[in-house]
């Protein structure tokens, strides 16, 4: 009992040190590294018996948890809104796809209705539909190459190899990058969900999984990153870098978004102009971007001392007023 006190204790611990090391606090990488170690060790040691024999696929074990995942207990857990959206029925499937991919087996799937249910469990049923002005919708084609090429990257690189020749440094970066992009589609997902509604964009399960991490997935997910930057094909790399560039974009616009919900509640006169429904059509069309433009500037015209006195109350919102109002219309002005 004691040893179990203790090693339950130094479990907390490491946890402890490496959530502050994620969070960028004056911790030493190493204990970082070392919670990453430990992370991967047990990722491949689960990995080595989930996966059978090439020719059979998937091990008996695995097989058997496949056969529970219709029943089992999913509370808490981001699979549990995926098995509510296909239905019991359907979730042994997507949850075979996900188990595949990990283990570095997945090679296609075996039907469209495959792919169609993965999507659908994911909540990706409106990538394919909700567009920006002047943009196509952020997915398109078949998701089974994307798939398969995870598959083969975990197959191909243990995670216990993954940071053999990352310097503190690298992994201190690679931190900073994901923490980054973790923090820019959670910025993302929470504008469009404010303006288009839940599930918009298909991003809302994906933004809910990424704030809800806990140790272990984070370290995952970190090792995930480095490998993909390492070893990810020439479109995967440029993807992930592009995502990194219009990060710092995604936290301005967000910070747009609450200022000028704040002024909605504030300023009467911005109360109609700024609802959702209206950002929602302005970012649809780029007649009603430039209409919603001109009302908001007129009408602060109008109610000059009232927009300053809003200003004064809410200083931390005058520097992205200040520097965003020159960058164009392609979105709702920065300053009410």
């Not at 690189?157 to 980054?180: K, N, Q, W, Y």
Request: charged share 25%; hydrophobic share 40%.
């Amino acid at each position: 009992m004691a040893l179990c006190r203790l090693q339950a204790k130094n479990r907390r611990l490491q946890q402890a040190a490496w959530q502050l090391w994620w969070e960028g606090y004056s911790v030493p990488t190493e204990l970082g590294r070392a919670f990453l170690i430990e992370a991967a060790r047990q990722w491949d040691t689960t990995t080595r018996l989930l996966r059978g024999d090439a020719a059979r696929g998937l091990s008996t074990l695995a097989l058997s948890l496949l056969a529970k995942t219709a029943t089992m207990r999913l509370t808490g857990l981001p699979v549990a809104q995926s098995r509510k959206r296909v239905g019991t029925d359907r979730f042994q499937e997507f949850a075979r796809v996900m188990l595949e991919t990990a283990v570095g087996i997945f090679d296609g799937y075996r039907t469209p209705e495959e792919a169609h249910v993965v999507e659908q469990a994911l909540g990706l049923a409106r990538s394919r539909k909700d567009r920006l002005t002047g943009a196509d919708a952020w997915l398109s084609g078949n998701t089974g190459p994307v798939l398969e090429e995870l598959s083969q990257l975990l197959l191909q690189h243990p995670l216990s190899d993954v940071l053999s020749g990352v310097t503190d440094e690298d992994l201190e970066a690679a931190r900073t990058d994901l923490c980054e992009f973790v923090r820019s589609i959670d910025s993302v997902g929470f504008l469009l969900e404010h303006v288009f509604g839940r599930d918009a964009f298909g991003l809302s399960l994906l933004c809910r999984s990424l704030n809800g991490m806990k140790p272990q997935p984070q370290a995952l997910l970190l090792l995930a990153w480095v490998l993909f930057r390492r070893h990810g094909s020439a479109e995967l790399r440029e993807g992930m870098e592009s995502y990194l560039e219009a990060a710092p974009e995604a936290q301005e616009m967000l910070g747009t978004v609450r200022m000028l919900e704040q002024a909605r509640q504030e300023l009467p006169a911005f109360a109609e102009i700024l609802a959702p429904n209206q950002i929602r059509e302005a970012l649809r069309y780029p007649h009603r971007m430039e209409y919603l433009n001109w009302r908001i500037r007129e009408t602060r015209e109008r109610h000059l001392e009232e927009v300053g006195a809003f200003f004064e109350r809410h200083p931390e919102f005058r520097a992205g007023a200040d520097t965003s109002s020159s960058k164009g219309e392609s979105r709702p002005t920065s300053q009410p």
